[in-house]
Each structure stands twice: as C-alpha cells, then as structure tokens.
C-alpha cells in the first residue's frame, strides 16, 4: 500500500488523537496486528442473548412470553435514548433534531402495539393460565423502564390519579406528586384495598429513582422541551402531529393492546386476579379509567371528552 496524502493525513490525526490522551500511535498500532476481527455474534453478543430465557415450567409458550417481554423492554430502551438526546442538553432543542427523535419514538411504538398479537393471539391459553402461576408475584406493572417513559414524556403531576390532580402543578414537590401516581392505585388488592406484593417489591426497587427522575426531568421532559422551540416548530403540524401520536402510542393504544391481551387470556375468576399479581388490570389499563395525558393542552376538548375513543372502539372490535 502505498502512504497516500489521505493516508498520512488519517494517521497524523490519529497522533494528534491519542497525543491528546497522553497515549502512543505506535504501541495502539502495534496492537491491532494481534486483534480479532470482529464478528456479528460477538459485537452484538448473540451467545449471552440467547443463553436469558430462562423458564419456570417445562410449558413450550413460557419462552414465547420471556422474548417477547424482553422484546419490548429493549424497544423501551430504544425510546428512552431517543428522549435522553433531547433531555440532556442545555440549551433549545433544535427543531429538526426534536422532529427526528418523535419519529422515532413514533416507529418504536408503533412496532410495538403492531407486534402485540404475539401476546393476545400467540399462545395457547391453557398453557398460559398454568405457566403463569408459577411467576408470581411478578407482573407486566413492574416495568420500570415504561415508568421511566412516562416521566420524560410530560410534567410529572400530569401522572398523577384523576381524582388526586386538583392542587398540584408543574412545581409540586415529585415526593408528594409519587404518592398519588395513577398506577399505584392499579396494585391494590381489590378486597382489602392494600399495596400488593407487586407493588411493595416495585416501589422498593424502583421508587426513589423514579422521584429523582422526576426532579431532574422537571425542565427537560417532553413537554417542557416542546415548549422552548421557536414559535414556528411549536406550531410545525407535523410536530404537533407527532406529540400527538406520542400521548396515544403510550396513554391509549399500548395500554388497550394489554387490555386485549388480559382478556384474552386472564378474564376468568379467580384467575383474573391471582395471575396478575393482584393487580386490578381491569380498572388500571382502561385508558378511559385513568384518563392519563401528557399533551392536554394539544387536544381540543371534544378530543379530551372522548380520550382515546376511536382507538378504544377499534379494540374493542378486534376483541368481539
């Protein structure tokens, strides 16, 4: 080969690069000439990935219901980075920049509630009512990383109960906001009206984080970002669009596809409770119980009234 002007100049920055860091060229050279090639298992660990279903029961679909749970949490992750870009900055967003990451979370959840149907429809029922039993207490709830969604996604009051929200506000402490978030009351046992074993295992693994999450996001969430773009971005259709498309991917449609999936295959006493942890799906995924949103102010109040209405009569279609 021969040392080409491109090839001195990609080598001098290279010195530069690793003079920077108090490092020698010459000995990071020296070693590429005994490293690997990289291969596509390794660089993705496909070995480690596979080796992590780990099942309970000798039933065939409990390895359905591990890879898709865990399917999902990496599409969480996924969304989670894309609002993390936005977040951590100190300055505007850039509008185009904003446009793009909304896309994104736009097509990851999209992917999601389409690929649902592996849930609803994609095991054998009987099967599912037997391998679940052996996983309580643990429940779909303790999805930490939807939480952390939620968080980024809107002011953290805007989470809290429906019955609770009067009084609180954008500068309410997130301590007292946590105390009536709307899905705490969604593990709750329906007899006594206690935490759930669910709950008391969430909240000690996870609720401090979420609060500090919450006070770190106040200033850098969603909506808060939303509302610092130009005058022109903020009234951009396709941006409003997608904050749109973003209150129902997360508020409305994720929530019915569980929905579907709980009556599909948990709508039987006493089953109905015990196999959810004692979780009170049928009051807590409804979007019309919870009446959760991060955009109010971007629906019309007709739109408010009737929170996710078309969405819920399509599911409810699919499900008769």
């Known amino acids: ?15 530069q690069k690793y003079a920077a860091m108090g490092q020698d060229l010459l000995s990071y050279i020296e070693g590429l000439l005994y490293a690997d090639y990289l291969t596509y298992w390794d660089y993705i660990h496909l070995d480690t990935l596979l080796s992590l279903q780990n099942t309970r029961t000798p039933f065939p679909d409990e390895r359905i219901f591990i890879m898709y749970h865990q399917i999902t949490e990496l599409y969480f992750r996924l969304c989670i980075d894309a609002i993390e870009l ?66 980024m996604s809107t002011d953290f009051y805007r989470l809290a109960h429906h019955s609770k929200r009067d009084g609180l506000g954008p500068d309410t402490p997130p301590e007292q906001v946590y105390e009536v978030l709307y899905w705490r009351s969604g593990a709750t046992e329906l007899a006594t009206g206690k935490k759930t074993l669910t709950l008391r295992q969430f909240e000690e693994k996870y609720g401090e984080e979420f609060v500090r999450l919450a006070r770190r996001m106040k200033d850098h969430n969603l909506w808060r970002l939303y509302l610092k773009l130009p005058e022109e971005a903020r009234n951009d259709k396709d941006i409003v669009r997608l904050m749109r498309e973003h209150d129902l991917n997360v508020n409305v449609r994720w929530p019915l596809m569980h929905y579907r999936s709980a009556v599909r295959y948990l709508d039987r006493k006493p089953q109905a409770i015990a196999a959810t942890g004692g979780t009170n799906w049928q009051k807590y995924l409804p979007p019309k119980m919870q009446l959760v949103m991060f955009y109010p102010e971007l629906w019309s109040e007709e739109e408010r009234a009737n929170w996710g209405k078309s969405a819920r009569m399509k599911a409810i279609q699919e499900m008769a």
């Open 1 to 15: 080969m021969q040392l080409t002007h491109e090839l001195l100049d990609r080598l001098e920055k290279l010195e």
């Open 86 to 151: 936005l977040a951590d900055r100190d300055e505007s967003p850039d509008p185009a920049l904003f446009k793009r990451q909304l896309e994104r979370l736009d097509r990851y959840f999209r992917h999601l509630t389409n690929s649902y149907d592996i849930m609803v429809d994609g095991m054998d029922k009987e099967e599912f009512l037997k391998f679940r039993m052996s996983l309580l207490p643990a429940s779909g709830f303790q999805s930490a990383q939807y939480r952390i969604i939620e968080i």
